[in-house]
Nanobody
Framework: QVQLVESGGGLVQAGGSQRLSCAAS????????IAWFRQAPGTEREFVAA????????LYADSVKDRYTISRDNAKNTGYLQMNSLKPADTAVYYC??????????????WGQGTQVTVSS
């Protein structure tokens, strides 16, 4: 089990950038793939990006590919999501999750509390 805490959310103008962090507690952070999901008001939770345990492979939703970059630093027990060229449609609560490498929410057992990202037009 991994405990995850997201940070870095906030208000940004369209076209701007933000970096989210996912700080993990525990001895086995490197044993888990890390993923980011988001949920906008009135919508279902949506896959954003995932990264393998060693960071050698990544997966992105079509809606964020070429704009977002997922990364991790296992020595720091931290995952990251760099978000560039933000759009109002990116506005959502962003969640970090740990589990098996997948674009499916059910593949991830441990979740952070979420951090709000708001993109103004």
């Amino acid at each position: 089990q991994v405990q995850l805490v997201e940070s870095g959310g906030g208000l940004v103008q369209a076209g701007g950038s933000q970096r989210l962090s996912c700080a993990a507690s525990g001895r086995t952070f490197s044993s888990y793939a890390i993923a980011w999901f988001r949920q906008a008001p009135g919508t279902e939770r949506e896959f954003v990006a995932a990264i393998t345990r060693s960071g050698e492979g990544t997966l992105y939703a079509d809606s964020v590919k070429d704009r977002y970059t997922i990364s991790r630093d296992n020595a720091k027990n931290t995952g990251y999501l760099q978000m560039n060229s933000l759009k109002p449609a990116d506005t959502a609560v962003y969640y970090c999750a740990a589990g098996v490498f997948s674009a499916i929410a059910g593949s991830y057992k441990d979740w952070g509390q979420g951090t709000q990202v708001t993109v103004s037009s």
